[in-house]
């Protein structure tokens, strides 16, 4: 067994050293409120195998709110509590956060009646847990800092890289675990136990998952495809036959193997080019995942997996314009017409990054993806030298006329034809009516 000497080195080896001072500081108030605190779930399983994880969660056996708000008090930070589920977050000056949960749990069964107390130990609290490998807890108390707490076997199985359920019932309880026993697997490069597969399977078999809702199964797809490598995930997904719950007619085919390969490589390519355009990377794999769909399907889809309405909006109506102007620009290309750099510009600046690195992965034409890679790294963050300012020193009144120089100049300076600001003026003068 890990002695609590070990897990201490663990702490100070792989914490920076103002955490594993935090933990002595919150096992000490722990000490003086006469309250048992520990360390759980992922942090400690992180710890263990010398990750760093930046969520800390602790549980105290009693009350977790007043238990946070009297360590918040003496080192400076602030509380936001959750009455109703008796947790709290301890936020320090810097941003870093402490999440504080309760073995105990007091509710009122109606209003002004005396509070019902459920007193649940450390052991139930980490039964309720996922996978064993999560159901670690590390003694923060003074007198015990540093002790491990392995009730069932998930240091055997952290070494043996195993992710097993608790209890034979733990998919139909909660069937978003399937998707989490997949995450873990390719997040930490374990292997799912084979009996635990086989719950899955069943689980699968037996329809449980339909009793997911729409948002439920969106929010565990999206980490999924959020992971550094969502590619493994999704093949896993495949195999055990929970594509069909995005929509019937998605398949891993070999085809679509190739272009959630090219999502991957394009994606990377942007990542590397650290251009200041934040973007929902999952949205690509989402995208190529669902390129079978048919527009209304692609609609119905998001729908049923309520995905915000915004986001829907954003999705799938750039996804019909993308493939509008995207396959306009495709034509022309394979009938070898030269684009100017004015004309890529204007037919994509206005899609989202997403619709664009799709496009580029999807896109057997080489010299489609040459566009839309020249759009980013050059054309997207190009302007030019005269503003409003000269045009109103021309005599131009400010309106819709602005705009349309300004383009015209744009488009002039993309495709070489005006290098200086002289150049622009002139230009400016040639084409004002
Ligand atoms: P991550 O790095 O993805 O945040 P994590 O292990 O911290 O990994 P969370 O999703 O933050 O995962 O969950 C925190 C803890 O709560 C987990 O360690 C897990 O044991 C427990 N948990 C989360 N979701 C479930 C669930 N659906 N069923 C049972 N336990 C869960």
Redesign the pocket.
Known sequence: QVKNREVEGMMRRYLPKSSVEILHNLGLVADRLDLQLFA????V??LLLGQR?S?V?VTVDGDGILFAETFAAEFGCRVKSHEKFGTAVIVFPDGFKIDVASTRLEYYVSPGALPTVERSSLKMDLY????TV??LAIALNSQSFGRLIDYFGAYRDLQAKVIRVLHNL?FV??P??VF?AI??EQ?LNFKIAKHTEDLIKNAVKMDFLVKLGGRRLLSELV?ILREKEPLQGIGRMASLGLLRFIHPSIQLTPELQAALEQVRYVVSWFDLLYLDRPYERWAVYFLALCEVLSPEEFWATCTRLAVSENQREHLAESRRQGDELIGAMERKLARQERLENSEIYFTLRGLPVEILLYHMAKSGNPETKRCISLYFTKLHGMSTLIGGEDLKGLGIKPGPLFRELLDAVLSARMNGRVSSKEDEIQLVRELKP
Request: charged share 50%; aromatic share 12%; hydrophobic share 15%.
């Open positions: 759980v779930g992922g942090f399983r992180d994880n969520d969660d309720r847990r996922d996978f999560n159901t733990s309880e909660d978003t675990r989490r995450r873990f997040r980490q």
